[in-house]
């Protein structure tokens, strides 16, 4: 088994939600943590705003800021990673087919790593077959998505079922990331211990 360390994988693409993306990359910087960008190739993503504003019934979407992918899917080991985000957009609907990246989100299920998921980012888990019985918070129009792969879905800003911890929209961030972040921190230290007693 490698050795984990402080990276997190952040899978993204073109239509990743904006704040659903760099509110935990920078939070996890500043928990010591080292976010990395994934993505279908490597190169320069185009991440969006989404809200329902006034006089709309369904999500609007606007172009928000850029941010350039670490890795592509194909290139991802994740035993490399203490973890995984899953952030939300209309990005999910259109990567959670990669075969690479149903293979690394598998492992994070299959390892207990610690798992933060957001909004729309439930399709990628659900499309990896890893949500079965599983309690999860998403945005309400992805229920259906939850439930229809065995998930139970929980209206809430913060559900936590053992490794996984998930939000409904970027407006629980306040909410679900801190207690996703302990878990890393939990990992990481338990990794540390792990290999003080085995070099010891």
Known sequence: MKNSGNKVLMPIGDASETVDTLYPYYR?????????????EKRVYQLVMHEVRPGWT?????????????????????????GVFFSGGRA????????????????FFDADKPIASVCHGVEIPARADRVRGRRMATVAKCQFDLEVCGGIYVNAPCVID?????????????????????????WQAGKSQAAASAAG
């Not at 999500?59 to 990673?81: K, N, S």
């Not at 999910?92 to 492992?107: G, K, S």
């Not at 490794?163 to 929209?169: I, K, P, W």
């Open 92 to 107: 999910p609907e259109y990567i959670r087919d990669d075969e690479d990246l149903i293979r690394a989100t598998q492992h």
């Open 28 to 40: 996890l910087q500043e928990a010591g943590f080292e976010p990395v960008v994934a993505a279908p």
């Open 162 to 186: 053992g490794n996984l911890v998930s939000g409904r929209t970027f407006h629980d961030h306040g909410h679900y990331v801190g207690p996703w972040i302990r878990l890393l921190e939990e």
């Open 58 to 82: 369904i999500t609007r979407e606007w172009e928000g800021y850029q941010l350039a992918a670490d890795v592509a899917f194909t290139d991802v080991d994740p035993e490399d990673f203490a």
